[in-house]
């Protein structure tokens, strides 16, 4: 089982950064890949980014250029596995809540974020991390 924890949100104004963690607690054998999703209020969860165990990263197009995220850290021994999310240049329209999850599924080399471009429901989710941008 999954428990997933996220931290480092706020209220901030337009042209402020954050980085956002994520902190899995899964006893598992390896991650293919880990990635960040936001939800407005009204709207449907999005995707924002993923990233492989093998480095590749994929954003939406909005955060492109000011959002980063980074490589996973799988600490073997306390069965915790982070990942942080770099947020430059917030805008209001980045205000959400932030979720973060994993694929499990080691099928491919190098890992594979297949599952969280498809909107692959992964079951477990987190309280997320609010994150608050005035204009």
């Known amino acids: 089982q999954v428990q997933l924890v996220e931290s480092g949100g706020g209220l901030v104004q337009a042209g402020d950064s954050l980085r956002l963690s994520c902190v899995a607690h899964?006893?598992?054998?390896?991650?293919?890949?880990m990635g960040w999703y936001r939800q407005a209020p009204g709207k449907e969860r999005e995707l924002v980014a993923t990233i492989t165990s093998g480095g590749r990263s994929y954003y939406t197009e909005a955060v492109k250029g000011r959002f980063t995220i980074s490589r996973f850290d799988m600490n073997r021994f306390t069965a915790k596995n982070t990942v942080h999310l770099q947020m430059n240049n917030l805008k209001p329209e980045d205000t959400a809540t932030y979720y973060c999850?994993?694929?499990?599924?080691?099928?491919?080399?190098?890992?594979?974020?297949?599952?969280?471009?498809?909107?692959?429901?992964?079951?477990?989710w987190g309280q997320g991390t609010q994150v608050t941008v005035s204009s």
């Open positions: 899964a006893e598992m054998i390896c991650i293919s890949a």
């Open positions: 999850n994993l694929d499990p599924d080691c099928t491919f080399y190098g890992g594979n974020y297949s599952r969280f471009l498809t909107g692959y429901d992964f079951g477990s």
